[in-house]
């Protein structure tokens, strides 16, 4: 059975670091463009950070520019979010999400529309909360 699972979420205070993880089962990365999303209590779903398939290409919100990282490594079927600078705004619960690549900006598409984009795989989400 293919799926995605993510780990690495927990709670910390701000100004800290959290590195989450997404493994892929069943299926390769190379043709998915992926990406992490969250969804905080009576908010929509934001995509964070999302990168293609190569992973040459990516798109982060702007609230998390300059201190949250994607990174993939489809050899081991996993991608990463490096959070730094943490704020209590994003305190969520955080999932990966991959959708076949259809084009030069998919990546940037998921990112966008991530509330009613159709993902091929979705996980069940870790929480993150940032909290003193």
């Known amino acids: 059975q293919s799926h995605l699972v993510e780990s690495g979420g927990g709670s910390v205070q701000p100004g800290g670091s959290l590195t989450l993880s997404c493994v892929a089962s069943g299926f390769s990365l190379d043709s998915y463009a992926i990406g992490w999303f969250r969804q905080a209590p009576g908010k929509e779903r934001e995509g964070v950070a999302c990168?293609?398939?190569?992973?040459?290409?990516?798109y982060y919100a702007e609230s998390v520019e300059g201190r949250f990282t994607i990174a993939r490594d489809n050899a081991k079927k996993m991608v990463f979010l490096q959070m730094n600078s943490l704020k209590p705004e994003d305190t969520a619960v955080y999932h990966c999400?991959?959708?076949?690549?259809?084009?030069?900006?998919?990546?940037?598409?998921?990112?966008?529309?991530?509330?009613?984009?159709?993902?091929?795989?979705w996980g069940q989400g870790t929480q993150v909360t940032v909290s003193s």
């Open positions: 999400g991959a959708a076949v690549t259809k084009g030069l900006n998919t990546q940037t598409a998921m990112c966008v529309v991530a509330g009613t984009y159709e993902f091929d795989f």
């Open positions: 990168t293609s398939g190569s992973g040459d290409n990516t």
